[in-house]
């Protein structure tokens, strides 16, 4: 099975700060990486896919990078709506496998 | 807008069988790839497996002896039966659907149902 890694576990910040998450692939999976929010009490919903496509729906401040085994996810201007929690995924082979999640949280 | 809703029993007991149906509301199930991912509290996502109505599917191989996903495309459903739960397999169940011919991302999700398993 492929491992994700995800850095930091947690981050607080404000509104209008910048936040990168990382994430970290065990082997190479070239561009075959998703990223998805997760509200409490809510299912996960997809924000990026192809490592640096963004979903439709889903607001230009998000923005996704990387390939190989390093990823990551950058939310421009963090807003209110955008404390949750961010899962990446490994879609390069099966068992498709998650990162552990990182938490954002309001400073 | 596609919408999925899982459904069944919120307990089970221990040594069981545990089932789920999700049925989509709109679209053909015949048309996509569907799955099942699981996150048991205070863990992470835990993907359980996918069908096709072609008949591809794909298992995660840490439950592979325990689980069958299957389609009743009569229903727009499919289903999910886990055999021999513990309490490990306590966890919060979502059915999703993958993003069409773009590779293995789960694009739509049901609203998630939680399962405990009692002893």
């Known amino acids: 099975d492929i491992q994700m890694t995800q850095s930091p576990s947690s981050v607080s910040a404000s509104v209008g700060d910048r936040v990168t998450i990382t994430c970290r692939a065990s082997?190479?999976?070239?561009?075959?990486l998703a990223w998805y929010q997760q509200k409490p009490g809510k299912a996960p919903n997809l924000l990026i896919y192809?490592?640096?496509n963004l979903q439709s729906g889903v607001p230009s401040r998000f923005s996704g990078g990387g390939s190989g085994t390093d990823f990551t996810l950058t939310i421009s201007s963090l807003q209110p709506e955008d404390f949750a929690t961010y899962y990446c995924q490994q879609a390069n082979s099966f068992p498709l496998t998650f990162g552990p999640g990182t938490n954002v949280d309001i400073k | 807008q596609v919408q999925l809703q899982e459904s069944g029993p919120g307990l089970v007991k221990a040594s069981e069988t545990l089932s789920l149906t999700c049925t989509a509301s709109s679209g053909s199930i015949s048309s996509y790839y569907w799955s099942w991912i699981r996150h048991p509290p205070g863990k992470g996502l835990d993907w359980i497996g996918y069908?096709?109505?072609?008949?591809?599917?794909n298992y995660n191989p840490s439950l592979k002896s325990r689980v069958t996903i299957s389609l009743d495309t009569s229903k727009n459903q499919f289903s999910l039966k886990l055999s021999s739960v513990t309490a490990a397999d306590t966890a919060v169940y979502y059915c999703?659907?993958?993003?069409?011919?773009?590779?293995?991302?789960?694009?739509?999700w049901g609203q998630g149902i939680l399962v405990t398993v009692s002893s």
């Open positions: 192809a490592a640096s």
């Open positions: 069908i096709h109505y072609s008949g591809s599917n």
């Open positions: 999703a659907r993958y993003k069409h011919s773009s590779g293995w991302y789960l694009e739509h």
């Open positions: 082997q190479g999976i070239s561009n075959w």
